[in-house]
């Protein structure tokens, strides 16, 4: 039976990006059903739409699996983050980031394989804002829940005891933020216990931060608030390679949205330059997540074997193959099984 999953292909190189990762798909074997909506972002407002049509989430809610490809959101003006209202529209309070290192991509750190669990709808993206025209003072709200620390941190442990990871970390700022990350790391160390059988610590954001720009190796799964997941997970990335071949997913209690999590490029569009990877090793995730276990294994080894051999890669990382060669070799690898 196939999967049902909504495809959104987003805009820039984001339909160059998920033709190229179609195809690695499509060589596994496993059969999808795709909802494809083409409109979304930018393509849907130059259309007269609503950036978010309302079909994209119903499509979604619909399938439970999304796969999404990178979407622009302008600064400071036009429309509010498509990216964001999908994650709060569909509660997918747990952004998962893998950082892991790629054969021969040259990086500070050779030996890095951690992941970053960010609380997804909480903390100060909650948008709780208030502005002060007349004394010109802005505040916004940095909302922590019990309900919502409780969520995310239990998921972080539950995935690091199903994948076989040894260490939680959780990241705050108590010493200062007493309140709102305070009773974040209440909840970790009422929850920790309940884990015997992994190793529990925390740190403190900045030096969390210091300790994983010159320790990597040393965490395995790190879990945190939104703004300093936002932060760390980005810091991860640029410690294997950047965001460009960095996996991401949105994950709630009924609804999971897979997405590359660099940015549209749209000065790139159309020219054949874009690196699929990011959105290849998402897919890895969205496997796993559907249970399609071999076939995920399958494309990690294929990606992997692509970088390791570095003889047909993008330009970015070093080679010099289209997007649409890249993913030929990378399919080829799947259907061969190397």
Same mark, same amino acid.
Request: charged share 25%.
């Given at each position: 039976m196939a999967h049902r999953v909504t495809l959104l292909p987003g805009d820039g190189i984001g339909p160059e990006v998920m033709d190229a990762t179609l195809e690695v798909l499509d060589a596994t074997g496993v059969d999808f059903a795709w909802d494809r909506i083409e409109e979304i972002g930018t393509a849907a407002v130059e259309a007269g739409r609503e950036a978010l049509p309302a079909k994209v989430l119903d499509s979604i809610r619909e399938n439970?699996?999304?796969?999404?490809?990178?979407?622009? #959101?302008? =600064?400071?003006?036009?429309?509010?983050?498509?990216? =964001? %209202?999908?994650?709060? !529209?569909?509660?997918?309070? !747990?952004?998962? @980031?893998? &950082?892991?290192?790629?054969? @021969?991509?040259?990086?500070?750190?050779?030996?890095?394989?951690?992941?970053?669990? @960010?609380? *997804? #709808? $909480?903390?100060? +993206?909650?948008?709780?804002?208030?502005?002060? $025209?007349?004394?010109? /003072?802005?505040?916004? /709200?940095?909302?922590?829940?019990?309900?919502?620390?409780e969520r995310i941190i239990r998921f972080c442990f539950e995935y690091a005891r199903s994948h076989g990871r040894n260490k939680v970390t959780l990241a705050?700022?108590?010493?200062?933020?007493?309140?709102?990350?305070?009773?974040?790391?209440? =909840?970790?160390?009422?929850?920790?216990?309940? +884990?015997?059988?992994?190793?529990?610590?925390?740190? /403190?954001?900045?030096?969390?931060?210091?300790?994983? %720009?010159?320790?990597?190796?040393? +965490?395995? &799964? =790190?879990? #945190?608030?939104?703004?300093?997941?936002?932060?760390?997970?980005?810091?991860?990335?640029?410690?294997?390679?950047?965001?460009?071949?960095? !996996?991401? !997913? *949105?994950?709630?209690?009924?609804?999971?949205?897979?997405? %590359?999590v660099h940015g549209s490029a749209p000065n790139i569009a159309g020219e054949g330059k874009a690196n699929p990877t990011a959105l290849m090793r998402t897919v890895v995730m969205m496997l796993e997540h559907l249970g399609e276990n071999e076939a995920a294994q399958s494309v990690s080894e294929a990606v992997r074997g692509a970088y390791r051999d570095g003889e047909v890669l993008t330009a970015d990382v070093g080679g010099s193959a289209s997007t649409g060669e890249f993913a030929a070799h990378v399919a080829e690898r799947v259907g061969r099984g190397a």
């Open positions: 439970g699996v999304a796969l999404k490809g990178p979407v622009s #959101t302008p =600064v400071g003006e036009g429309f509010s983050s498509v990216n =964001v %209202a999908i994650r709060q !529209a569909l509660d997918l309070y !747990a952004n998962v @980031r893998p &950082c892991r290192n790629l054969p @021969r991509l040259e990086t500070p750190f050779d030996d890095v394989d951690l992941i970053i669990f @960010r609380e *997804n #709808t $909480e903390g100060l +993206y909650s948008g709780v804002e208030n502005f002060d $025209e007349r004394l010109q /003072i802005a505040d916004s /709200i940095a909302r922590v829940t019990r309900a919502g620390s705050h700022k108590a010493n200062i933020l007493r309140s709102s990350t305070g009773l974040f790391l209440e =909840v970790g160390e009422e929850i920790a216990p309940d +884990y015997p059988d992994i190793e529990y610590e925390d740190k /403190i954001v900045d030096n969390m931060a210091m300790q994983m %720009a010159m320790y990597p190796s040393e +965490y395995d &799964c =790190v879990v #945190t608030t939104n703004l300093f997941g936002d932060i760390l997970s980005d810091l991860g990335a640029g410690l294997v390679g950047g965001l460009g071949v960095t !996996a991401g !997913a *949105n994950i709630g209690d009924d609804e999971a949205v897979f997405e %590359a």
